[in-house]
């Protein structure tokens, strides 16, 4: 009877101890997910069909943007409802903050930001939200103030019943976990864009790995998010100039290909483009310039998810994909995307 009881104690407090370790543990409820970040909500048949395949059951919407406006911080960039709401996903809605909006206090900025997000759910119908998520890189100089408004927001949301998360990224892992109810870790954009180095600025297992130690010990339970863009990066002979989301380099009368990853520009012009969130820019081409083009490489992909899960076991229990995209979609295999949702 001792022996019995010896082993039971002796059982508990094990998974006592696996429970309060490092390992916080995942997302609750996970499920297949993906990132919208477009200021337009209008799913194509592409990505509808996309959702249903793969039994995507979150989406994380960016509604706006925050950022500062004559020393104030205003939402920018807010998100246009044109289509109806797949069925069966769960609608997370998701605010950007400019890391400078933070270098100063903005002591009504919680209570305006949960204002404008319930509005917006109300306005628009948005079913049963269950949780908020915040997105900004904040710093070591930034960190108190992010941390604060955190904290403002997470409480007004609990008189909602809705749940606050945020993204982490990779060098915010070195920093005290943000005072919300779980973080996504952002496996992507983990190189410099500005240097037409060897290394993709997309994701790189190289950039990655100092990171890794720091996984096991941070006390926040934690799911991860992985990339599905390509970048065409536009360089100069003083750097990048910018980064072309459109056809561009298709069109032989400006640029000719190098390599299956690169080009040159033969002639010189103005190029509209569209950039991230669909807003419109010009960007002048001159003879001589580079393309250099990145995409989020499936075998890198699977290396790092390795990598990260002998760090952080439980990590892949729920997978985001960033961003829905019809164009992404077009580019992969359905049995590749398989892979990298259920590692």
């Known amino acids: 009877m001792f022996r019995k009881c010896s082993l039971l104690v002796i059982l508990a407090i094990s998974l006592l101890l696996t429970a309060c370790g490092g390992d916080a543990g995942n997302r609750p409820d996970p499920k297949p997910s993906v990132y919208f970040w477009r200021t337009n909500f209008e799913l194509a048949p592409e ?12 989406m994380y919407v960016r509604y706006f943007d925050v950022v500062l406006d004559n020393d104030e911080a205003v939402p920018n960039a807010s998100i246009v409802f044109n289509s109806p709401f797949p069925k069966d996903v769960e609608i997370i809605p998701t605010v950007f903050i400019m890391e400078s909006v933070l270098q100063s206090p903005h002591e009504e900025l919680a209570d305006r930001l949960v204002k404008r997000i319930l509005q917006m759910n109300e306005t ?63 496996v992507y954009n983990t190189g410099v864009a500005t240097k037409a180095t060897g290394r993709n600025p997309i994701i790189d297992l190289r950039d990655i790995q100092p990171f890794l130690s720091a996984l096991k010990d941070y006390d926040l339970p934690l799911c991860a998010a992985y990339p599905d863009f390509e970048w065409r990066r536009l360089f100069g002979k003083k750097g990048l100039k910018g980064i072309l989301y459109g056809d561009e380099v298709a069109d032989t009368l400006v640029f000719q290909p190098r390599t299956p990853s690169s080009y040159m520009a033969i ?50 229990q729920q997978v985001i994909i960033y961003p829905l995209a019809k164009e992404n979609i077009l580019r992969r295999k359905s049995s590749d995307y398989e892979k990298i949702l259920h590692p």
Not at 47 to 58: D, Y
Not at 164 to 181: C, F, G, K
Not at 268 to 294: E, F
Request: hydrophobic share 40%; proline share 5%.
């Open 124 to 186: 628009h119908d948005v079913p049963n939200v269950q949780e908020v998520q915040l997105d900004c890189d904040w710093t070591d100089r930034s960190r108190k103030a992010c941390y604060a408004l955190f904290n403002a927001v997470r409480s007004k949301l609990k008189a909602h019943n809705i749940k606050l998360s945020a993204t982490i990224r990779l060098h915010q892992l070195r920093m005290p976990p943000p005072p919300v109810d779980y973080g996504v870790l952002m």
């Open 47 to 58: 990505e509808t069909a996309f959702l249903q395949a793969h039994r995507i059951g979150r």
């Open 267 to 316: 002639s010189a012009r103005h190029l509209t483009t569209s950039l991230a969130g669909g807003n419109q820019a010009d960007i002048y081409v001159a003879i001589g310039d580079s393309v250099l083009v990145s995409r989020s490489d499936q075998k890198t992909i699977e290396d790092v998810q390795q990598a990260i899960a002998q760090h952080r076991p439980s990590i892949h």
